[in-house]
């Protein structure tokens, strides 16, 4: 029993027009999924992926409008890191977006809320997830996670989470990998600012781990024998969660695979409109008037 790398990682905006306009219009993924949080349903929650909206790139953002910057801090995730094919892809990537290259193989920027971002070329053996756009060539198209970096102060207090439960492998001081069946993943720590992490807009929430869909109660049942406190199973309609934090203080999650995001939609027109699960479908009429319009960029929807 192995988790298959990330599933997916879920974070803060404060402007959902502007969040799609940076990661559909300009990342040129896939608006796959426009619905609702699930645990407050009056704000939005948008998946952007690949074209089939797999998971192993998933990126997602409840909406809160106006929400002040936030700035990660102790147990909060401060870096997604997205993997490409080539150092060709990075240098389009640099001109796109204007990032930073520490190194030849890795591009750091952020998006226009400061959420950390890099693009690393990597050689995995899994299969690229890309989301074909007009203005970006498949060849140097973002192809799924790579890692998540955290802050801590103490990264031996989660060690035994990891190895022992989770089934992470140390892959070097403070950096564990995981690798299931056709995906894997990395999780790093890096030392901790001095200053207190704050919530907000371009933060982290959590990060999700994919399971196969019969092990996620076995891997509740590991998490508990660790001395950790997840919540019950939680059907999302399109995945069920578990939920809880690892001891540095972040939020993880383990996602089933499926059923996915076309349970509910066509896949040729995933994302193009605002999708309930059943449970909230009679709140309709009152989101439709309360939530902000938004439209993906004309590009991404060619």
Not at 150 to 157: S, V
Request: net charge negative; charged share 25%; aromatic share 10%.
């Amino acid at each position: 029993m192995r988790l298959e790398g990330i599933h997916h990682v879920s974070s803060i905006t404060g402007d959902a027009q502007a969040n799609v306009d940076f990661y559909a219009g300009v990342l040129g993924l896939r608006l796959v999924k426009k619905t609702v949080n699930q645990d407050d349903p009056t704000v939005y929650h948008l998946f952007y992926g690949d074209d089939a909206g797999s998971p192993g790139l998933d990126l997602t953002f409840f909406e809160y409008p106006g929400a002040r910057p936030g700035r990660p801090g102790q147990g909060m995730i401060h870096r997604i890191v997205l993997r490409v094919a080539s150092e060709a892809a990075l240098d389009f990537w640099q001109r796109r977006v204007e990032g930073q290259r520490p190194s030849p193989t890795s591009l750091l920027f952020s998006d226009p809320e400061g959420l950390g971002l890099e693009l690393r070329v990597v050689a995995v053996p899994d299969a690229p997830l890309i989301a074909h756009h007009p203005d970006i060539p498949a060849e140097l198209a973002i192809q799924g996670f790579e890692e998540a970096r955290a802050y801590t102060a103490d990264p031996e207090r989660s060690r035994a989470l990891f190895e022992v439960a989770l089934g992470f492998e140390r892959d070097g001081g403070m950096s564990w990998s995981v690798r299931g069946d056709s995906r894997g993943g990395r999780y790093v720590f890096d030392p901790a600012p001095p200053e207190r992490g704050v919530p907000g807009a371009g933060t982290v929430h959590h990060v999700a781990w994919a399971s196969q869909d019969a092990d996620q109660l076995a891997w509740r049942e590991r998490v508990i024998a660790a001395g950790a406190h997840p919540t019950p199973v939680i059907d999302r309609y399109w995945f069920k969660s578990v939920y809880f934090r690892e001891p540095s203080g972040v939020l993880f999650e383990i996602a089933t695979m499926g059923p996915g995001f076309a349970v509910d939609e066509d896949p040729a027109h995933l994302g193009e409109r605002l999708v309930l699960p059943p449970k909230f479908e009679h709140l309709r009429d009152q989101l439709e008037v309360t939530l902000t319009p938004i439209h993906a960029p004309a590009a991404a929807r060619s």
